[in-house]
Nanobody, 123 residues
Framework: QLQLVESGGGLVQPGGSLRLSCAAS????????IGWSRQAPGKEREEVLC????????HYADSVKGRFTISKDNAKNTMYLQMNNLKPEDTAVYYC????????????????WGQGTLVTVSS
């Protein structure tokens, strides 16, 4: 069974940092393009960032450039989303994904979704 399980969400103050984890099972994460999306209350799900399996291609939403980075630990079959300088507008449920090509519009080509983890940025 193909599965992605997120963890690490929670409440953080503006300007703070948080790292989300996404553990994969049923497939080898390193072989696939991966990414993170988010859905804020009352809004549609949006792309945050993605990276190709080779690491040669990345795609970031303008709103997170310079603040969010994606990484993976192949030994743990886990990907991470490091979020720095968090803002209240980053409040959302964050979803990791295995996807098709990494680029604009990748949200429509997701192959496997995680269940989501809530991040709340508030003082």
């Amino acid at each position: 069974q193909l599965q992605l399980v997120e963890s690490g969400g929670g409440l953080v103050q503006p300007g703070g940092s948080l790292r989300l984890s996404c553990a994969a099972s049923g497939f080898t994460l390193d072989y696939y393009n991966i990414g993170w999306s988010r859905q804020a209350p009352g809004k549609e799900r949006e792309e945050v960032l993605c990276i190709s399996s080779s690491g040669d291609t990345t795609h970031y939403a303008d709103s997170v450039k310079g603040r969010f980075t994606i990484s993976k630990d192949n030994a743990k079959n886990t990907m991470y989303l490091q979020m720095n300088n968090l803002k209240p507008e980053d409040t959302a449920v964050y979803y990791c994904a295995r996807l098709g090509p990494c680029g604009s519009g990748w949200l429509k080509l997701v192959e496997v979704w995680g269940q989501g983890t809530l991040v709340t940025v508030s003082s």
